[in-house]
């Protein structure tokens, strides 16, 4: 069964070798037997259910709780020639009716449904009509009523193992704790299934989290390393996420906005948009993210708390599922903590579900405090052990300072205690520091004995102490009142002087933008200099393809193939099979039009070496790009690419290549040479000529000045 299962791999999907569990996954459910598969994101987990369904007789039925995810993996499999349909409310009565008689006709091997949709009594009973191959129930922790993902209708799924006894079932999530895998396996009554818990580690994500001074600079400071990156800005109010992406486009970031709030026609368009389109930035709240199957999302940053470390979890792992290099960055504050416990205690929900709550929400500001190995504790949450330091998050790279704050912290209670247990920390500070303001004068402040003792710290080191002082629950927010700072119980042994508070010492917020020594491994350094132009070459041919064929761009091929073509440099279709990813059906479509543009880097065939020599010849002669289109009867496109790779090889000057205005020409030299360092890509510049500048001239410009550069 594996000997088949991997011819499969290859000839369909492209891949090699199974990663994991995943062959001994497949195994077990292609021989007809219930499994429960915790993997996560982009570990692989559609290929656990569409393996075995391709090789199972009849319909493969799939239960996905959104229809953008479905429509998704639809378009993946009719791009690898499998039939597969989606079966949801965007189809007219006819189109569904079409559907039905193509099933019937066995001519769809995977069918991907609403759980809604799949409980309907009469789909129950047109499904009884066929031979089902198997049901995959993905996102299966909606199930759990614990959870922030519950979905009611996924209760009813547990009925599939009365009317289908002999059909096996995969229930499948990224995110379960020991709890919720059992609750899955109860609520969906999965027959002695086996239980697959592959690690939760995400070795390719960079963690980084940082005190929130300035965040909107902060954020633009991480950004600025990662242009033409796609990635998610996540936040917690809707107001917010409408300032922030607009003040992202303001600074010349392309973002869009997604809240619940949003008209539906927007949401849907904005969340399309994101999909198709390279580079984009999606600002969101957590309304948007389950069932986003961009695989070369690079980053995913936080400017607000999230509520648990299943959601930060689940979050940041929207991040580099291709396996390539990503960063998970957020920003946190003492506002974020009050917020969020006013939220909890204003939430419907009896007292017991609060606790669990607030416990879920002290393990959040646990890690954000943390001064070991993030990745760890994070792992450790999930019943998970990873015995060394992982070396890949900010604790690790940059090492935790911590000092004494034993003295300084008696000081912050004191003053807490002694102003009345009823003001935030901007006015405990302006005591601790002796400021002398109105506030203060009104209530007397100055007379008290803490007035001015911190008067040798800075402003920024208080908040940080009270910020921890709160986190680790020796400080409370009182809610009831206005927000203010109270003592809590735990704090006594350490007011006594019976106990002695290390804490972490904050470094200095990044506020602009640093290299790789600041942000861990920025995903953005996944090409070097040398192979910048080519990589460019490759998106932009996926990107056209993509657009001939109605599908986002990583459906033709995920950035990880893109960028093992470019680093294998196939000169073949035999050595095109051989990269990850390239199926069968993928080379037959494909193949030829990416071996073209790889061919710059090769060597030539004799054909294209007369053309080039031609070509330049006829630059030389002063035709323009469009007559030598006309006379060598190509593309202008071509023949722009063609220039471009002669100006690098300093065979053609920009001169005799181009006739640009002079004050045109010096205008996008400009627009190149405005960073630091490397040159950007044409794509981060394209957008400010729009029409004035053929997309070609920018690349034989940046070939230019590449070249001037390597002198």
């Known amino acids: 069964m594996l000997e088949q299962a991997q011819r499969v791999l290859k000839d369909i999907f492209g891949y090699d070798s199974f990663r994991g569990r995943q062959g001994a996954i497949i195994e077990r459910v292609a021989k007809g037997g219930d499994a429960l598969v915790l993997m996560p994101t982009g570990g692989g987990k559609s290929l656990c259910f569409q393996v075995p369904a391709l090789l199972r007789p009849g319909l493969a039925v799939v239960v996905s709780p959104l ?59 047109f499904l009884r009509t066929l031979d089902i191959a198997l049901f995959a129930i993905d996102e299966a922790h909606c199930v759990s009523q614990w ?38 396996v109860t609520r969906l009554h999965l027959q002695n299934a086996e239980r697959f818990l592959s690690s939760f580690d995400r070795p390719n994500i960079f963690y980084r989290i940082v005190p929130k001074e300035q965040p909107r600079k902060q954020l633009l400071a991480f950004l600025g390393e990662r242009r033409g990156n796609a990635g998610i800005v ?23 906005p997604y809240h619940a709030g949003l008209p539906a026609e927007t949401r849907a368009a904005n969340q399309r948009r994101f999909l198709n389109e390279e580079g984009l930035i999606m600002v969101a709240t957590i309304a948007f993210g389950m069932g986003i199957d961009k695989p070369n999302v690079r980053f995913v940053a936080h400017l607000d708390l999230p509520k648990s470390l299943e959601a930060y979890y689940q979050e940041t792992g929207r991040a580099g599922r291709d396996g390539l290099p990503a960063d998970a960055w957020m920003a946190y504050g003492l506002q974020d903590m009050v917020m969020l416990k006013q939220m909890l205690q204003n939430s419907e929900g009896d007292e017991r579900h609060k606790r669990i709550e607030q416990h879920k929400l002290d393990a959040m500001l646990a890690l954000c405090e943390e001064t070991r190995c993030r990745r760890q504790i994070l792992l450790n949450y999930f019943d998970e052990e990873l015995l060394q330091p992982c070396g890949h998050c900010d604790n690790c790279i940059d090492g ?34 002796g400021r002398d303001n109105e506030k203060i004068r009104n209530f007397g402040h100055e007379k008290l004995a803490v007035y001015g003792v911190g008067k040798d710290r800075s402003e ?79 998106r932009a041919l996926r990107r056209k393809l993509a657009e001939e064929h109605g599908v986002p761009p990583y459906v033709i091929f995920p950035d990880s193939t893109l960028l093992e073509m470019l680093r294998s440099q196939p000169a073949s279709l035999s050595e095109m099979a051989r990269v990850s990813g390239v199926g069968a059906r993928k080379l037959e479509r494909y193949g030829e039009a990416f071996l073209e543009v790889l061919g710059g880097a090769a060597e030539a065939p004799p054909v294209v070496a007369d053309l080039r020599h031609e070509l330049t010849s006829l630059a030389r002669a002063g035709m323009t790009p469009a007559q030598i289109a006309g006379q060598l009867n190509c593309s202008e496109k071509n023949v722009y690419s063609m ?26 030299q400009d627009a190149f040479l405005d960073g630091e360092g490397e040159l950007p890509p044409v794509s981060a510049i394209a957008e400010q000529f729009g029409t004035r500048v053929p997309e070609g001239v920018l690349y034989c410009v940046r070939a230019a000045l590449a070249a001037e550069f390597e002198m």
Request: glycine share 8%.
């Open 147 to 184: 959870g922030h993902d519950f979905r009611p209708e996924y209760l009813q799924l547990g009925q599939l193992a009365e009317l289908f006894p002999d059909v096996p079932r995969i229930a499948l999530t990224a995110t379960a704790d020991m709890r919720t895998r059992e609750e899955i």
């Open 643 to 668: 220039l471009a790779e002669a100006i690098g090889r300093q065979q053609l000057s920009l001169e005799q290549a181009l006739d640009l205005p002079e004050d045109l020409l010096a205008e996008v």
């Open 460 to 538: 920024g080191e208080w908040r940080s102490l009270f910020r921890q002082l709160v986190a680790r629950g020796l400080a409370d927010i009182d809610l009831e009142g206005y927000g203010g700072l109270r003592l809590s119980d735990t704090c006594r042994p350490l007011l006594r002087g019976e106990i002695s508070l290390e804490l972490r010492r904050d470094l200095k917020p990044q506020t602009t933008s640093k290299g790789s020594s600041i942000g861990g491994s920025p995903a953005s350094q996944l090409v070097r200099g040398e192979e910048r132009e080519q990589w460019e070459a490759l």
């Open 400 to 433: 935790v300072q911590t000092w004494d704050a034993t003295e300084p912290a008696r000081q912050a209670l004191s003053a807490v205690y002694r102003t009345g247990q009823r003001y935030g920390v901007g006015h405990l500070v302006d005591v601790l520091l």
């Open 234 to 256: 996540y936040c917690l109010s809707r107001k917010k996420v409408d300032d922030v992406a607009a003040y992202l486009c303001d600074q010349g970031f392309p973002a869009l």
């Open 67 to 125: 229809i953008a995810l479905m429509e998704d993996q639809v378009a993946t499999l009719d791009e690898l020639g499998v039939a597969a349909a989606s079966l949801n409310s965007t189809l007219s009565a006819e189109q569904q009716r079409e559907l039905a008689a193509r099933i019937r006709r066995g001519e769809v091997k995977m069918l991907y449904l609403a759980p809604e949709r799949l409980v309907q009594p009469r789909m129950l009973d």
